[in-house]
């Protein structure tokens, strides 16, 4: 088969790579389309697989012995693998897998896994967003970023900041922002400050989701996001920062002491009723404050062939962090 390998932080394709092979408790996909993230390259073996990619929307080939009713043979599935995704066929382990939307693509889909399941528990689990929350999402435009904006809006943040270049902030603004912040121009402390130079307490966020801090170009947000949350009061909790991604202090905090109960660095756990529930969020979307229905719908930055000519782009494209959404590859 074809697979993408990565070898000693060397990219190669190949069209003869040995097919895997299907465990009691795993199901084999013939994969339709493969999404990919800053992970498959900047993490490689033994801590992930040869084969690169985690993102996958496929069809069930094979299904283990131990595998229940819950999926059968030719079931549209998607969601995230550490075996592989950038290859003609992955192995799924079922924690990781879950029913394709219906009315999502299969490109589509691929670009769901990691980034919209990475925003759902980031804003939900350890931001505890709630209804009519402020919400400030850094990198906006990028892969999380959309991620963020749209979840965050499905669950009923009345203000959604984001930030990006001001090439993007229409983009923006059309996934659900309220407003932008031009990082080329002012920082987010600068947006956030009155005319005395002190930050305004309406400006505060409940919850700032920061999805470029360490992505590549010595960014970090987290020492001026606390300064920008909203301070705990009678009845509402302290506004809450959370990071995909940290400095070296952060990840050292993070398997030693811990952080502070308003911060937080973390890692998206793969689960079926997570991809489920976004799955509903495509399939039969929300109802916004006024009434009308939206629908979760993934960003594709650029659908490519699966070829050796386009994987290889694809990572370039994926490397400068210029990609608007998720880079996607065709498999046929």
Same mark, same amino acid.
């Given at each position: 088969?074809?697979?993408? +390998?990565?070898?000693?932080?060397?990219?190669?394709?190949?069209?003869?790579?040995?097919?895997?092979?299907?465990?009691?408790?795993?199901?084999?996909? #013939?994969?339709?389309?493969?999404?990919?993230?800053?992970?498959?390259?900047?993490?490689?073996?033994?801590?992930?697989?040869? +084969?690169?990619?985690?993102?996958?929307?496929?069809? +069930?080939?094979?299904?283990? $012995?131990?595998?229940? $009713?819950?999926?059968?043979? %030719?079931?549209?599935?998607?969601?995230?693998?550490? &075996?592989?995704?950038?290859?003609?066929?992955?192995?799924?382990?079922?924690?990781?897998?879950?029913?394709?939307?219906?009315?999502?693509?299969?490109?589509?889909?691929?670009?769901?896994?990691?980034?919209?399941?990475?925003?759902?528990?980031?804003?939900?689990?350890?931001? &505890?967003?709630?209804?009519?929350?402020?919400?400030?999402?850094?990198?906006?435009?990028?892969?999380?970023?959309?991620?963020?904006?749209?979840?965050?809006?499905?669950?009923?943040?009345? $203000?959604?900041?984001?930030?990006?270049? %001001?090439?993007?902030?229409?983009?923006?603004?059309?996934?659900?922002?309220?407003?932008?912040?031009?990082?080329?121009?002012?920082?987010?402390?600068?947006?956030?400050?009155?005319?005395?130079?002190?930050?305004?307490?309406?400006?505060?966020?409940?919850?700032?989701?920061?999805?470029?801090?360490?992505?590549?170009?010595?960014? $970090?947000?987290? &020492?001026?996001?606390?300064?920008?949350?909203?301070?705990?009061?009678?009845?509402?909790?302290?506004?809450?920062?959370?990071?995909?991604?940290?400095?070296?202090?952060?990840?050292? #905090?993070?398997?030693?002491?811990?952080?502070?109960?308003?911060?937080?660095?973390?890692?998206?756990?793969?689960?079926?009723?997570?991809?489920?529930?976004?799955?509903?969020?495509?399939?039969? %979307?929300?109802?916004?404050?006024?009434?009308?229905?939206?629908?979760?719908?993934?960003?594709?930055?650029?659908?490519?062939?699966?070829?050796?000519?386009?994987?290889?782009?694809?990572?370039?494209?994926?490397?400068?962090? #210029?990609?608007?959404?998720?880079? +996607?590859?065709?498999?046929?």
């Amino acid at each position: 088969m074809k697979a993408a +390998v990565f070898s000693r932080g060397n990219l190669s394709f190949k069209s003869d790579y040995k097919k895997p092979k299907c465990g009691a408790d795993n199901i084999l996909v #013939r994969v339709k389309a493969a999404g990919i993230n800053p992970i498959d390259y900047k993490v490689g073996w033994p801590i992930k697989g040869p +084969v690169t990619g985690i993102d996958f929307a496929g069809i +069930v080939e094979e299904k283990g $012995d131990k595998v229940g $009713d819950e999926f059968k043979v %030719g079931d549209e599935v998607y969601g995230g693998t550490f &075996n592989g995704s950038l290859a003609e066929f992955t192995i799924a382990p079922l924690a990781g897998v879950a029913h394709k939307p219906k009315s999502a693509s299969f490109v589509e889909a691929a670009a769901m896994c990691t980034t919209y399941s990475t925003s759902l528990q980031s804003l939900r689990d350890y931001g &505890n967003l709630v209804k009519d929350d402020r919400v400030l999402v850094i990198g906006a435009s990028g892969g999380c970023g959309t991620a963020g904006i749209q979840v965050a809006k499905s669950m009923g943040a009345k $203000d959604i900041v984001g930030v990006c270049s %001001g090439k993007n902030e229409e983009f923006v603004k059309s996934l659900g922002a309220t407003d932008v912040i031009d990082y080329t121009k002012q920082t987010i402390k600068d947006y956030c400050l009155n005319e005395s130079g002190a930050i305004n307490p309406e400006l505060q966020f409940d919850v700032i989701y920061d999805a470029a801090t360490n992505s590549g170009g010595g960014e $970090d947000y987290k &020492n001026i996001s606390m300064e920008l949350l909203k301070p705990a009061t009678a009845d509402k909790k302290h506004g809450q920062y959370v990071a995909i991604n940290g400095s070296r202090d952060m990840w050292i #905090r993070m398997y030693t002491i811990g952080f502070k109960a308003n911060q937080h660095m973390m890692l998206a756990k793969q689960n079926p009723e997570d991809l489920q529930q976004l799955a509903k969020l495509v399939d039969d %979307g929300w109802t916004n404050s006024e009434g009308v229905q939206e629908y979760l719908k993934p960003v594709i930055a650029e659908e490519l062939p699966f070829t050796a000519e386009a994987v290889e782009k694809g990572f370039d494209l994926l490397k400068s962090r #210029r990609a608007k959404g998720k880079i +996607v590859f065709k498999m046929d």
